[in-house]
């Protein structure tokens, strides 16, 4: 099953509003990186957070993950049309003997102008 | 992204036939990945890839067979194809792994008839 959680899976917003999507894992994690990706389109890339409690910013994005390293967020404010896809959380989990990626299920995106 | 190139875009199938997705990246990226996306499951990893000539199981490699004889290229092999192999496959690459962020391609809608 998911080792790693994700609320809400779904939200719909009145543009300008803000929106934040939480990742949860049952683990301690190495690492968090965010991928959003367009309707009809390909995970790309955002941030990866490394240290506990680090908080990393983009333009309107604001990246956090948790002190215990098995959470994270993603806040947006205002909200545009441009936000709308799904976000993934990947967090990295150590095993015994190689790292493992592990992909949350998404939180989707809609933006109402 | 144009540097990983994915092909071909959509495919159908029969049941029991064999084929092949074709992943191309242009970057000399040391590790390449395999993910199938479906709805309710989010990305999951297939196979995945540490250098020429080095391949390993992730989640859920049943049925399915990778190569990697030259960097560049990672193609993925569906021996006898089911319909529960219909799904989006995403390739994807990565310099340093699971420690830097991913590049996915744009993906090929197969269908499984």
């Known amino acids: 099953g998911q080792q790693v959680m994700q609320i809400p899976q779904y939200q719909h917003v009145q543009e300008g509003e803000d929106f934040t999507t939480y990742c949860n894992s049952s683990?301690?994690?190495?690492?968090i990186q965010w991928y959003k990706q367009r309707p009809g389109g390909h995970p790309v890339f955002l941030i990866q957070?490394?240290?506990?409690?680090e908080v990393k910013k983009q333009k309107r994005l604001t990246f956090q993950f948790g002190e215990a390293k098995k959470n994270s967020s993603l806040h947006i404010t205002a909200t545009q049309t441009t936000d709308v896809g799904t976000y993934f959380c990947?967090?990295?989990?150590?095993?015994?003997?190689?790292?493992?990626?592990?992909f949350g299920p998404g939180t989707s995106l809609s933006v109402i102008p | 992204d144009a540097g990983i190139t994915q092909s071909p875009r959509y495919k159908i199938t029969e049941t029991g036939r064999q084929v092949t997705l074709m992943c191309h990246q242009t970057?000399?990226?040391?590790?390449m990945f395999w993910y199938r996306q479906d709805l309710g499951h989010g990305l999951r990893l297939i196979y995945y890839?540490?250098?020429?000539?080095?391949?390993d199981k992730g989640e859920v490699p049943d049925g399915y067979v990778v190569s990697r004889s030259k960097t560049e290229n990672f193609p993925l092999t569906l021996e006898s194809a089911t319909r529960s192999q219909t799904s989006v496959y995403f390739c994807?690459?990565?310099?340093?792994?699971?420690?830097?962020?991913?590049?996915f391609g744009s993906g090929t809608r197969l269908t499984v008839v």
């Open positions: 994807a690459s990565s310099e340093i792994g699971e420690w830097g962020g991913y590049t």
């Open positions: 683990t301690t994690l190495s690492n």
């Open positions: 970057w000399s990226h040391s590790y």
């Open positions: 890839s540490a250098a020429a000539d080095i391949t």
């Open positions: 990947a967090g990295l989990r150590k095993e015994t003997s190689y790292d493992k990626v592990i």
């Open positions: 957070l490394v240290k506990s409690g």
